[in-house]
């Protein structure tokens, strides 16, 4: 198995001033960091966090694609909500995308995300099997 460490941009401007990526791909492991419903610095789906959460997905798949993965190789994700009682709207979001994969996860309620505006922020972790 390789080790070679892939860092994987998505060109937010808080990658560099926080100091991460995207993404990180170690081997046949690739780590999605939170990732938030924002575009060029506007937030999606805004008072909608079925919106937020479908934008997020998206954004994670292009994240695994680069490090040449799928959402079919998502074996984890961490869900964070600003309010639990929308938990349903994030659920079906998500099932949509993964209620075939079936990966481990949780959602927990947080008391705020970087910008005020945002309802979901979502952690992934993906394994590519040889």
Known sequence: MSTNRQNISSNAKWEEMFGYSRAVRIGNLIEVSGTASVDGGRVVGLNDV???TKFIIKKIKKALNEAGAKLTDVIRTR????????????GRA????F???KPATSMVEVKALVLPELLVEIEATAFLQN
């Open 50 to 52: 079925y919106v937020q």
């Open 79 to 90: 869900i964070y909500v600003t309010d639990i009682s929308l938990q349903n709207e994030v």
């Open 94 to 97: 998500h099932a949509e995308s």
């Open 99 to 101: 209620r075939e994969i």
